[in-house]
């Protein structure tokens, strides 16, 4: 079992840049292909991106490419969501989710993962 954490949410204003932290307690998460969701009301949860289990592979969708970037931080244990030039439209709650890989490297692009963080509000003002 593996317990995600969000970290580094907030009220921010559109054109701002902020960085969104996911860890995991007593894991490592370099066995764990990582990816970023995010969800508004009454919508669906949304796939941004991923990352593979040795960060050399990132995948995007085409809406997060060029503001968004994700990356690992093997000493910290963290997978890191940078988002510039925030707008009011990227208000959400943001996820992590961790998928178990036994072996290769290889982003997991999918809306099913095997983990979850609780999420983290992100609100952009106008």
């Known amino acids: 079992q593996v317990q995600l954490v969000e970290s580094g949410g907030g009220l921010v204003q559109a054109g701002d840049s902020l960085r969104l932290y996911c860890t995991a307690s007593?894991?490592?998460?370099?066995?764990?292909?990582m990816g970023w969701f995010r969800q508004t009301p009454g919508k669906e949860r949304l796939f941004l991106g991923g990352?593979?289990?040795?960060?050399?592979?990132?995948y995007y969708r085409d809406y997060a490419k060029g503001r968004f970037t994700i990356s690992r931080d093997s000493a910290k244990n963290t997978v890191d969501l940078q988002m510039n030039s925030l707008k009011p439209e990227d208000t959400a709650v943001y996820y992590c989710a961790a998928e178990e890989v036994r072996f290769g490297d290889y982003v997991h692009i999918s809306q099913q993962y095997d983990y979850w963080g609780q999420g983290i509000q992100v609100t952009v003002s106008s």
């Open positions: 990352i593979s289990t040795s960060g050399a592979k990132t």
């Open positions: 007593g894991r490592s998460l370099s066995t764990y292909a």
